[in-house]
């Protein structure tokens, strides 16, 4: 059982640069990883994935444990946008998208601004 006391924003990291949605790719990885499957079907780690369009979908309840940062699974919302901002920036509609998801969720979960962070607070590249 997942009690949300963070937002942890993640980005994919595909090694080549695309526009096409990405969701079923990273779906299909983490299926093949093993990873749990949720309660809504899917095998992806994170709670909600943002295609670069803006097109917000939920892999998992919120209440689900997830697969996303180890240590952190049973007390966050994974958060991942398409795309590699090594290489590239977040788009306009995934950075609205992830806006209002952000403020959404805050309220919902009573999470304070410091306690939305990124992914490299926990695992360093």
Known sequence: MNKPIQLIVHHEA???LTNAPRFKIVNDYHKSKEFPRSSLGYYCGYHYFIEKTG???QARNDS???AHTIGQNSNSI???LAGNFDLE???RPQID???TLLATLSLKYG???LAIVPHRKYSPK
């Open 14 to 16: 595909p090694p080549i």
């Open 55 to 57: 097109q917000v979908i």
């Open 64 to 66: 689900d444990e997830g």
């Open 78 to 80: 994974g958060i991942c």
């Open 89 to 91: 920036m977040p788009t």
């Open 97 to 99: 998208a992830l806006r």
């Open 111 to 113: 999470i304070l601004p």
